[in-house]
């Protein structure tokens, strides 16, 4: 049986986010398991700079197409 191969969250949070974080933070916080810390840490980080960049609200709303 072969064995799935397992992508690291704090990786997968930054090719989606195409975040930076130091090679050596990187590698110590994953042998120390960190991953899904530093997974929502940075996902809340995220939404609280889009939140404060739109202030919550938008007036860039577009029409639903109908077809």
Do not use: W
């Amino acid at each position: 049986m072969a064995k799935a191969r397992k992508i690291p969250t704090l990786n997968l949070v930054l090719h989606l986010c195409g975040s930076i974080i130091e090679p050596s933070l990187c590698q110590s916080l994953q042998k120390d398991k960190y991953d899904k810390a530093i997974l929502c840490c940075h996902l809340y980080l995220c939404v609280v700079n889009f939140l404060e960049k739109k202030g919550g609200h938008t007036n860039n709303l577009h029409p639903k197409k109908i077809k």
